[in-house]
C-alpha cells in the first residue's frame, strides 16, 4: 500500500494485541564480508547469534517493506542458530508493542548506526529527525549534517 511515511509500507490485515506476534519474516543470511545490498537486512548482533559475529539477514518478504518509526507499533527480535541450519538458522518476528488495529502500518525503529544514519520523515510525535540508534554513544558519533538535524537529544 501507498504509505504516509515513506513510499509503501506494509499494513496489517487484523487487529493484534500488545506482546502478539505479528509476523516472521523471511530471508538470507549473509556474513560481513559477503558481497550484497544490505538496504532491507535486519543485524542480528553478537548477542543474538550464540558466537558467531555479526550477521545479516536480508529480508526477502513483505516485512522489507516496514516503515522506519521513531514511536513504532512493533520491535524486531532476532536469533540465529546454526543447528537449524544455514539457510533457516535464522529467525525474525515482529512483535506488536501496543495494541496495532487492522489496517494500520506496521512500523519499527530500524535503529542506524550513526554512520549510515538517514534524515527521518515518520511524523511521529516523538520523532528524532534522524533514523539512528537512541543510544547515547550512536548519537555521539552523528555526522554534522546529521546531528542539525536531530531534534530529541535522549540517552538510553
Partial sequence: MKSSIHGYGGVATRSYKAGD???????????????????????????DTHGHGVLFWDLVDQTRWFNHSCEPNTEVLGDYDPARGATIGVRAWWVALRDIAAGEEITYDYGFAAEVAEPCGCGSAACRGVIVEDDADELAKLAEPMRQLLKIRRAS
Fill in 21 to 47: 506476534i505479528v509476523c516472521f519474516g523471511d530471508g538470507v543470511l549473509y556474513r560481513p564480508d559477503d558481497d550484497f545490498d544490505d538496504t532491507y537486512s535486519l543485524i542480528l548482533q553478537p548477542e
